[in-house]
């Protein structure tokens, strides 16, 4: 069992930065690929960025978010730069195991709010 817990969201304003942290409980937290998704109201839940040996990130964020991860302090974070209202969401931190076919733990969730 894996859990997650996000912090870090808020209200900014366009074009201000946020940094998303998320602490996990995993023994073997190198062993998960780590990722980011967010949900905007009345949308489905879409990636945004994950990272393993490598990092990988939704075409919509390249440039402005950068995923990274501390393996001594079982934490992921996600450092987004230049933020647009278009990001207004709750971001989400998920887990797989490296050899998983899908993200299998979830964190609750962090509000993001971009004012224009």
């Known amino acids: 069992q894996v859990q997650l817990v996000e912090s870090g969201g808020g209200l900014v304003q366009t074009g201000g930065s946020l940094r998303l942290s998320c602490a996990a409980s995993a023994v073997t937290f190198s062993l998960y690929i780590m990722g980011w998704f967010r949900q905007a109201p009345g949308k489905d839940r879409e990636f945004v960025a994950a990272?393993?040996?490598?990092?990988d990130y939704a075409e919509g964020v390249k440039g402005r978010f950068t995923i990274s991860r501390d393996n001594a302090k079982n934490t992921v974070y996600l450092q987004m730069n230049s933020l647009k209202p278009d990001d207004t969401a709750v971001y989400y931190c998920a887990a797989k195991f490296i050899t998983g076919n899908a993200y299998y733990y979830w964190g609750q969730g962090t509000q993001v709010t971009v004012s224009s």
């Open positions: 990272i393993g040996g490598s990092e």
